[in-house]
């Protein structure tokens, strides 16, 4: 095990549902946050780390002998345990972690490294849909997850449509992360903005990062001949598709459930290159003591919250 002293806790979509009593399968009490970033206090069998290092750590842990771990896919481990969803979680100044789970923070800031493991995310839908340069990637959704979905599409090369309900967070696309093309799901010409947008062949990746059951029921309508379609946002109902329509696409649907290893340290890589500028996302901060006051208030929706960060301060 590894002992951290947690220096940023970011606060997702996960948290403030956690908090509301909306999140399906959650039990109480339970200690969140899993967006951590911090010092490395002490580690046991963590080869190549050192006492005072600044690190994250990948907090889905899993029992490394289940089947899908076998096979290398630790992130949808049949026994997975995620910290501060399943377990307590590190909303708290020390937390201990299994060492397998540290990430090197490679030269990042706290605040660059909190923002890993909600990119990873993003990253790891687009890795599922082995984007080609070119392609046309439909993402709908454009909160912190849909907008790191973005940020890796465009980085494999991707020709990125962002499709929102919301207008300022389409213009948070367009503006701070350069996606060319942005659509309006409201619009009654969405189709046919699509198909001009494609030259015709509509996008042949479309990626959900909306989590609404409407949004990825209608979805099927956007997939090209071909076509990949990536569930990255969750809900909790039944997905309905018309079978002939989807059939002779021969469209592949997939779900992606959080991130591994490779994923995180892609998300590193290419922080470190400046491909990404994730700190423009953090649009509320406040120090630990104060997060008692503040939390509720970043439930509403008129406060624009993409990504609050709190700081314990040293
Ligand atoms: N794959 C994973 O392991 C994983 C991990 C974390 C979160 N998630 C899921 O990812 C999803 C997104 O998370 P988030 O924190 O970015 O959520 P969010 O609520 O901040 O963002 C969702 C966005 O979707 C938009 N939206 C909602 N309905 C829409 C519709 N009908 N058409 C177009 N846009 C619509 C909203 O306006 C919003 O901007 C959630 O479902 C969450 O549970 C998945
Ligand atoms: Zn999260
Ligand atoms: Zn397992």
């Not at 010092?39 to 490394?64: M, Q, R, S």
């Not at 990125?160 to 213009?171: C, G, T």
Request: charged residues 20%; hydrophobic residues 40%.
């Amino acid at each position: 095990m590894a002992i951290l002293r947690i220096r940023r806790i970011g606060i997702c979509g996960t948290d403030l549902h956690a908090f509301e009593g909306t999140q399906p399968y959650f039990q109480y009490p339970r200690i969140l946050g899993h967006e951590l970033a911090g010092e490395l206090v002490e580690a046991d069998g963590a080869d190549g780390f050192e006492p005072g290092e600044t690190v994250t750590f990948i907090p889905y842990f899993n029992c490394g002998t289940c089947v899908a771990c076998r096979a290398g896919k630790s992130n949808c481990c049949a026994r997975l345990e995620v910290a501060g969803v399943h377990i307590d979680g590190g909303m708290t100044e020390y937390l201990s972690v299994p060492s397998y789970s540290l990430v090197h923070g490679g030269g990042l800031s706290f605040d660059e490294l909190a923002l890993v493991e909600p990119l990873a995310i993003g990253a790891h839908g687009v890795r599922r849909a082995g984007i080609q340069p070119g392609e046309f990637v439909l993402v709908i959704g454009a909160g912190p997850i849909g907008l790191g979905v973005m940020e890796f599409a465009r980085i494999a090369g991707a020709e990125v449509i962002a499709m929102d309900l919301n207008e300022s967070r389409l213009a948070f696309c367009a503006e701070n992360l350069g996606i060319p093309h942005t659509v309006n799901a409201r619009a009654s010409d969405v189709m046919e903005r699509l198909r001009t947008l494609t030259g015709g062949d509509m996008p042949t990746v479309v990626i959900d990062a909306t989590g609404n059951l409407t949004a990825i029921n209608n979805s099927f309508a956007y997939l090209a001949h071909g076509a990949r379609y990536v569930l990255v946002g969750l809900q909790k109902g039944d997905i309905r598709l018309s079978h002939p329509e989807f059939h002779k696409r021969e469209a592949t649907l997939m779900s992606s459930r959080n991130a591994t290893r490779q994923d995180f340290e892609h998300v590193i890589g290419c922080m470190k290159q400046g491909l990404i500028r994730p700190t423009t996302y953090i649009t509320h901060r406040v120090l630990f003591g104060e997060v008692k006051e503040q939390f509720r208030s970043w439930l509403d929706p008129a406060r624009g919250v993409i990504k609050a960060m709190i700081e314990i301060d040293t």
